[in-house]
T-cell receptor, first 114, second 112 residues
Framework: DGGITQSPKYLFRKEGQNVTLSCEQNLNHDAMYWYRQDPGQGLRLIYYSQIVNDFQKGDIAEGYSVSREKKESFPLTVTSAQKNPTAFYLC?????????????FGPGTRLTVL | GENVEQHPSTLSVQEGDSAVIKCTYSDSASNYFPWYKQELGKRPQLIIDIRSNVGEKKDQRIAVTLNKTAKHFSLHITETQPEDSAVYFCAANSGGYQKVTFGTGTKLQVIP
């Protein structure tokens, strides 16, 4: 299970605050992804990045922002504009942006908005 | 964009019986279909995948079938064991093959 880490495991925030979730990988993977997991809705793609300094919106990008300044890191910021941010967030990486490559997931961060 | 539907949402089987999970997709250009397993409290992991140039693929007790004409694919687990209990996600590639779209998941319970 090693190779891709997320921190923190649990995160609490007050309404109106921005919060940043960390994702780091030492697999030398080019592509990284952020998913949101809600009960009964599967894994929904927020943002993805195929290479350093480049990223694209996924299916539910509104209220989120990302950066990809380093190959190993792909932090996700949940902004106050996200109307329903309480969820389980999963980061993943793959060898390249080609969708045929297996995605390796981190352990996840559970975000709760109080 | 791609839309992947998955059924059933929950499935209970007796140990030793078979389990089948079905998925449909909307984008006729999709050509890669992975399946991920997520055990309780753990991260999803790839268990099997299939490309559109084959109709079936097997790996021990797990098999996946693909019907491109009907745009549906299925996961078959034979001789189920308690450790097969988990949530299973199907997926299909999309967006010019840069990403995959996941189904909503099937919670499989194997009763000893």
């Amino acid at each position: 299970d090693g190779g891709i880490t997320q921190s923190p495991k649990y995160l609490f925030r007050k309404e109106g605050q921005n919060v940043t979730l960390s994702c780091e990988q030492n697999l030398n993977h080019d592509a990284m992804y952020w998913y949101r997991q809600d009960p009964g809705q599967g894994l929904r793609l927020i943002y993805y990045s195929q290479i350093v300094n480049d990223f694209q919106k996924g299916d539910i990008a509104e209220g989120y922002s990302v950066s990809r300044e380093k190959k190993e890191s792909f932090p996700l910021t949940v902004t106050s504009a996200q109307k329903n941010p309480t969820a389980f967030y999963l980061c993943a990486s793959s060898m390249s942006g080609n969708s045929y490559n297996e995605q390796f997931f981190g352990p996840g961060t559970r975000l709760t908005v109080l | 964009g791609e839309n992947v539907e998955q059924h059933p949402s929950t499935l209970s089987v007796q140990e030793g019986d078979s389990a089948v999970i079905k998925c449909t997709y909307s984008d006729s250009a999709s050509n890669y279909f992975p399946w991920y397993k997520q055990e309780l409290g753990k991260r999803p992991q790839l268990i099997i995948d299939i490309r559109s140039n084959v109709g079936e693929k097997k790996d021990q007790r797990i098999a996946v079938t693909l019907n491109k004409t009907a745009k549906h694919f299925s996961l078959h687990i034979t001789e189920t064991q308690p450790e097969d209990s988990a949530v299973y996600f199907c997926a299909a590639n999309s967006g010019g093959y840069q990403k995959v779209t996941f189904g909503t998941g099937t919670k499989l319970q194997v009763i000893p």
